[in-house]
């Protein structure tokens, strides 16, 4: 059964609007469970249990807290006199841009301005997500729909002195779960977190979310930002790294 266009899985800009209302790096891995929940059906992580009713009333919910860093941005080669990384606020500026950026092990999200005297466009089709392996993915931003995921995405402009809050998630991470002929089990979108994320149950479920993501310390991803300037696109490719991970109880 393959979905129709009634679907509505998206990431969408209520989402965005919510999570970078403060732009902090204050316990975003709770905020994203809320906000997520109202963006896309049937939320998945790379754990698919379900908890019993007195699991959930005991507190049996585990989420991993990641600290990641900007460790590396290699600008465009034009670029004039770009400014050190800000490692605390995973800032980088230079002539053209400013921007921060807010990784989670759900999507990667920013916050860009634009620092010229005219526009410019962010080009999502020539965007990529590479992950801890080095494989390339293709992405999606806020306000795409799931089932359009494949399809091409119009360029972002963003006006002289204007900014872009905005996500960027690989497509190959959601797909379609098919349901049941007697629809005991209903079909929807399943996503695949970035990274280990959450997990209902008791020690042992604790225990291999924290083996998971304690796999992924020291691994490394990056994004290849592709943004036209004049006719011009340049491409600013952003490393980031896990540097540690810790499991808490959402009590």
Known sequence: MMPNKSVKGTLGNKTMRKLMKSFKYV??????????????????????????????????FYYADYDISLTKVDPPKKSAKPSPIIASELKFEDQKISITWLPRPTMFSFLLKNKLDHSMKVVWDETVFVDENGGNHKIMHSGIKFIDRGNSQSPTVIIKGGKLEDLIYPIDYASWRDGSYDYSSPGGWDEHTILPFTVYGGNIKKQKLTENANSYIGKTFQISLLLE??????????TFQVNSVQIKNKK
């Open 229 to 238: 300037d004049e006719g011009v696109v340049n491409e600013y490719l952003f």
């Open 27 to 60: 316990n975003a891995s709770l905020v994203f469970i809320c906000v997520l929940s109202g963006c896309v059906p049937n939320y998945q992580t790379n754990y698919s249990y379900q908890p019993t009713y007195s699991e959930a009333n005991k507190n049996e």
